[in-house]
Protein backbone atom coordinates (compact mmCIF):
# COMPACT_ATOMS: atom_id res chain seq x y z
CA UNK A 1 0.00 0.00 0.00
CA UNK A 2 1.57 3.00 -0.84
CA UNK A 3 1.41 6.52 1.92
CA UNK A 4 0.77 9.54 -0.46
CA UNK A 5 2.15 12.89 0.54
CA UNK A 6 2.32 16.52 -0.82
CA UNK A 7 5.42 18.38 -0.89
CA UNK A 8 5.42 21.99 -1.60
CA UNK A 9 7.72 25.26 -1.36
CA UNK A 10 7.14 28.56 0.26
CA UNK A 11 7.85 30.97 -2.87
CA UNK A 12 8.26 34.61 -1.71
CA UNK A 13 4.04 35.91 -1.25
CA UNK A 14 3.71 32.85 0.92
CA UNK A 15 1.67 30.52 -1.04
CA UNK A 16 2.84 27.26 -0.92
CA UNK A 17 3.61 25.99 -5.04
CA UNK A 18 3.35 21.43 -4.28
CA UNK A 19 3.01 18.11 -6.27
CA UNK A 20 1.61 15.04 -5.13
CA UNK A 21 4.20 12.12 -4.14
CA UNK A 22 2.33 8.52 -4.63
CA UNK A 23 5.29 6.52 -2.60
CA UNK A 24 6.84 6.62 0.81
CA UNK A 25 5.04 9.87 2.02
CA UNK A 26 5.58 9.00 5.45
CA UNK A 27 8.27 10.97 7.63
CA UNK A 28 11.06 8.28 7.62
CA UNK A 29 10.82 7.82 3.76
CA UNK A 30 9.94 11.19 2.12
CA UNK A 31 11.18 13.54 5.32
CA UNK A 32 14.01 11.61 5.61
CA UNK A 33 14.84 12.13 1.96
CA UNK A 34 13.98 15.74 1.47
CA UNK A 35 16.21 16.75 4.88
CA UNK A 36 19.44 14.66 4.08
CA UNK A 37 19.38 15.43 -0.23
CA UNK A 38 17.08 18.16 -1.11
CA UNK A 39 18.89 21.21 0.93
CA UNK A 40 19.07 23.92 -1.17
CA UNK A 41 16.59 26.39 -2.65
CA UNK A 42 18.00 25.36 -6.65
CA UNK A 43 17.22 21.58 -5.65
CA UNK A 44 13.89 22.16 -4.17
CA UNK A 45 12.60 23.92 -7.35
CA UNK A 46 14.32 21.54 -9.58
CA UNK A 47 12.29 18.86 -7.82
CA UNK A 48 8.87 20.97 -7.61
CA UNK A 49 9.39 21.73 -11.24
CA UNK A 50 9.26 17.77 -12.16
CA UNK A 51 5.40 17.86 -11.17
CA UNK A 52 3.59 14.71 -9.45
CA UNK A 53 5.86 12.04 -8.55
CA UNK A 54 5.80 8.14 -8.12
CA UNK A 55 9.06 7.89 -6.19
CA UNK A 56 11.09 10.34 -4.80
CA UNK A 57 14.26 9.29 -4.66
CA UNK A 58 17.79 10.60 -3.41
CA UNK A 59 18.23 12.35 -6.60
CA UNK A 60 16.81 13.85 -9.48
CA UNK A 61 18.02 11.63 -12.03
CA UNK A 62 17.27 11.76 -15.81
CA UNK A 63 14.31 10.21 -17.75
CA UNK A 64 14.39 6.44 -17.44
CA UNK A 65 11.77 4.04 -18.03
CA UNK A 66 9.21 4.52 -15.38
CA UNK A 67 9.19 0.67 -13.79
CA UNK A 68 13.24 1.00 -13.00
CA UNK A 69 13.27 4.05 -10.42
CA UNK A 70 14.50 2.17 -7.60
CA UNK A 71 17.17 0.69 -9.04
CA UNK A 72 19.24 4.23 -9.63
CA UNK A 73 17.64 5.82 -6.48
CA UNK A 74 15.98 8.55 -8.53
CA UNK A 75 13.30 10.36 -8.47
CA UNK A 76 10.84 9.43 -10.91
CA UNK A 77 7.96 11.97 -12.21
CA UNK A 78 4.43 11.38 -13.91
CA UNK A 79 5.79 13.88 -16.67
CA UNK A 80 9.03 12.99 -17.28
CA UNK A 81 8.98 9.39 -17.03
CA UNK A 82 5.76 8.33 -18.16
CA UNK A 83 4.64 11.49 -20.43
CA UNK A 84 1.29 12.07 -18.89
CA UNK A 85 -0.22 15.13 -18.85
CA UNK A 86 -2.10 17.43 -15.90
CA UNK A 87 1.00 16.43 -13.59
CA UNK A 88 1.82 19.72 -13.07
CA UNK A 89 2.36 21.77 -9.77
CA UNK A 90 -0.43 23.46 -7.82
CA UNK A 91 -0.66 26.81 -5.46
CA UNK A 92 -2.66 26.90 -2.52
CA UNK A 93 -2.92 29.79 -0.26
CA UNK A 94 -4.10 27.17 2.65
CA UNK A 95 -1.18 26.06 4.90
CA UNK A 96 0.49 22.85 5.44
CA UNK A 97 -2.03 21.78 8.26
CA UNK A 98 -4.74 21.88 5.54
CA UNK A 99 -2.69 19.75 2.48
CA UNK A 100 -1.63 17.12 5.08
CA UNK A 101 -5.74 17.04 6.03
CA UNK A 102 -6.31 16.06 2.81
CA UNK A 103 -3.37 13.55 1.74
CA UNK A 104 -2.19 12.53 5.06
CA UNK A 105 0.82 13.80 5.19
CA UNK A 106 2.63 17.40 3.55
CA UNK A 107 6.14 18.65 3.45
CA UNK A 108 6.93 22.41 2.70
CA UNK A 109 10.65 24.21 1.98
CA UNK A 110 10.34 27.48 3.47
CA UNK A 111 11.58 30.79 2.71
CA UNK A 112 14.41 30.01 5.81
CA UNK A 113 15.49 27.26 4.29
CA UNK A 114 14.32 24.64 5.92
CA UNK A 115 11.70 21.37 5.87
CA UNK A 116 8.81 21.46 7.72
CA UNK A 117 5.99 18.94 8.07
CA UNK A 118 2.29 18.47 9.33
CA UNK A 119 0.43 14.75 9.42
CA UNK A 120 -3.29 14.29 9.46
CA UNK A 121 -3.55 17.97 9.64
CA UNK A 122 -1.68 18.51 12.97
CA UNK A 123 0.59 21.48 13.38
CA UNK A 124 3.68 21.64 11.34
CA UNK A 125 6.75 20.95 13.00
CA UNK A 126 10.12 20.87 11.54
CA UNK A 127 12.04 17.90 10.15
Known amino acids: MSTNAYIGVELSDHTIKYIYLHWDGYVKGAGFKLKSFYLSPEKVKELIDLGDLSVLGNE ?47 YVYRLNEKWYYSKDGKKEKKL
Open 60 to 106: IGEKHDFDEARKNNWTTAYGRDREEEGIDAKITTEGIEKLSREMGYA
